[in-house]
């Protein structure tokens, strides 16, 4: 798919994501990987053949001390029967990984006997076969300027070439450079016609000399690929082409369609299971009866996750994907939840299938998902056997900080990662629903911290949440057995739990849950508290107690559901609206009025609501200190805010 049509679309429509984390965004942008630069053709002495290179650094050219070719640039099949380099080349293809695994290996070259011609001194350059050049990336090479690429100064140092410097954060000064390069943008020195111009002017002089000498010309350049979408799987939808006998490829017509997978796979053979199927794949041409062979391969699953929302929302049609009046009325997608693992691909792909749609069906929008917030993952220790076998938590025991299985053998305690099959470092959810029930697995995790972070699993955190819950029990109880009726109120539970129902409110809506879940915990321990002074009459106490209760169905459900149906005696929490702040208990009565002499802060003065300037000043003037640093002072100004501050100005007599 031509996703590489829409690579700056994609990119530039990050700046308007902002409800999308800065991270996620920067994920993306790196991986379109827009690189603004210039390629220079570099001849050689190994038959007049030309080098390209792509750099977004041409102003560090006086730098250049080597050139450095990817394992499989085709300037090496200069030398494809030499035994050393065909071993060079088989090793580092295979550690050549990916580009976050290319900085952290060990800089490895195999020396040509080849040199590259400076395109602007009289000086040639050795040319090296690296194992950290990739050949997707840019032209497959790059000229090596070590004083300002660390990658090409470790390679340098290994090889000892020479390390250049020839740009500088201050104009003409010299730098020296030994074990970090000098990255960033400055001043061009030992530059010849480019000395003292900055990184950005030097950059645009030395393009313009290229193109002058026919020798180079400005280029950029994307690390996103077109994006190949057949997968060698079961899963997945069926490609609808076969290959007739005669060779003919054909398209599978429509009303043929859709291609349905088999349900007799096996699973127990290496390779393709759809190509190892001993029926599917036979079939016949429709339009000449002609035998024909479908294809095997299947979409990748990205290709469906990537519009399945726009599905959504007309799920019910029948002759179409999707009705454009139903997309434009629901899209975009208010809140996208999603875990980090799909902060690249899937989200991409997803805005990339978004932008490429719009275009036939006239979307009225350009991005799929208006706000975006990532949850963190579930984590635990992981355990394995001497001999590499994952085990399950649930079978190793504990003895003087070491760790066995039921028949004595000892295991080894990994690092806590994300829960996964695989490693087997899971909780089965039944046994802790089975002993504790959902509610307290639900309040662990949304209390353990914030959901954008990873947890861990922790089998104290289970049983303090367990405790909870049969806390909110208990209260029901106490509040059956309440006796006091109508009276004069204390109204401080009342304030209070405006107060964090308006807290909690804000808490939610910014997806600050743990946040949220300490101060239910305040609520509730209020609520407890009142209960022990009888301070209120049991109508207020208990329509307090319903807030609290709503508010926490949110949460945990099953407990908010059982207190609720004994207090009202009905089963409708679901139904009832969030509680409704009363703002008249929001007004604090008293506050702590900063006092300041000449700026500095000398005293704080509790005073009530709306104080008057009059009375703050008479209280302060009666404070000793006050009194002490105002002698032989003439008081010249007095700034006053309202339950904040008094800033007294002074002067000498």
Known sequence: LNITKYSDQLLYSLEKLKGWPEKVKLMQKNWIGRSEGCEIDFVTDCKDLKIKVFTTRPDTIFGASFLAIAPDHPFTDSFKNDKEFQDFKNLALKNIGTESLLSTNEKLGFKTPFFA???????????????????????????????????????????????????????????????????????????????????????????????????????????????????????????????????????????????????????????????????????????????????????????????YFLRFCSSTEKTKPFNVDEINYWMPVDQYIGGIEHAILHLLYSRFFTLALKNEYKFKFNEPFENLFTQGMVCHPTFKTKTGKWVFPKDVIEKNNSFFLKNNEEVIKGDSQAMSKSKKNIIDPDDIISIYGADAVRWFILSDSPPDRDIQWSDNGIQGAFKYIQKIWRTYEKLKIYKKEKEENNNNLIRNSNILIKDITVCVEKFQINVAVAKLYVFLNNINEEIEKQSLNK???????????????????????????????????????????????LRKENFDIVVQINGKKRAIINATNNESEENILSKSLAIKNIQVILEKKIITKKIFIKNKILNIVTTDE
Not at 139 to 150: K, T, V
Not at 210 to 221: F, T
Not at 560 to 576: F, P, R, V
Request: aromatic share 12%.
């Open 117 to 307: 011609f400076h395109p602007f001194l009289k000086k040639k350059l050795p040319i090296f076969i690296a194992n950290f050049i990739l050949t997707d990336y840019g032209s497959g090479a790059i000229f090596g300027c070590p004083a300002h690429d660390q990658r090409d100064l470790e390679f340098a140092k290994k090889y000892k070439l020479e390390i250049i410097p020839v740009v500088s954060p201050q104009k003409a000064k010299i730098i020296n450079i030994k074990e970090e390069a000098y990255t960033e943008d400055g001043y061009a020195i030992n530059s010849d016609f480019l000395n003292d111009y900055t990184t950005k002017d030097a950059k645009k002089i030395i393009i313009d000399k290229l193109i002058e000498r026919k020798i180079g010309n400005s280029k950029i350049i994307y690390r996103l690929k077109d994006w190949g979408i057949s997968r060698q799987r079961y899963w997945g939808c069926p490609i609808p082409i076969i290959y007739r006998e005669d060779g003919k490829i054909i398209l599978v017509p429509e009303k043929d369609l859709p291609i349905t997978l088999p349900k007799d796979i096996d699973f127990g053979k290496p390779g393709n299971p759809l190509e190892n199927h001993p029926t599917w794949k036979f079939t016949k041409c429709p339009e000449t009866g002609m035998k024909a062979i479908r294809e095997t391969d299947t979409l990748d699953t990205f290709v469906d996750s990537s519009w």
């Open 539 to 585: 109508e207020d106490i208990i329509n307090i107690y319903k807030k609290y209760l709503i508010i926490i169905s949110a949460f945990i459900p099953y407990i908010a559901n059982e207190c609720w149906e004994k207090i009202t005696g009905k089963q409708d929490i679901t139904l009832q609206e969030w509680p409704k702040i009363d703002d008249t208990f």
